[in-house]
């Protein structure tokens, strides 16, 4: 079995509609989740403020 190299420690929240908080141990800043141009469009949602999707993040991770 491998040794575990590193774990992650990461508390999300729902702050108010699409919104989520995420709160990642060793970091100052929350991170935050929402939606934006065409997902909010397709969840016909019209939110506070736009954040990055959780889907931009994962693109983002992968590509770069």
């Known amino acids: 079995m491998a040794k575990v190299v590193h774990?992650?420690?990461?508390t999300i929240t729902r702050?108010?509609?699409?919104?989520?908080?995420?709160v990642?141990?060793?970091f100052g800043e929350p991170v935050?989740?929402?939606v934006h141009g065409?997902?909010?469009d397709f969840y016909k949602v019209e939110?506070?403020?736009e954040h990055a999707a959780t889907l931009?993040?994962?693109?983002g991770a992968v590509g770069g």
Do not use: N
């Open 7 to 10: 774990s992650s420690q990461i």
């Open 15 to 22: 702050e108010r509609g699409p919104t989520r908080k995420a």
């Open 24 to 26: 990642i141990e060793g």
């Open 32 to 34: 935050y989740y929402g």
């Open 38 to 40: 065409g997902i909010k």
């Open 47 to 49: 939110p506070e403020k």
């Open 56 to 59: 931009d993040h994962i693109v």
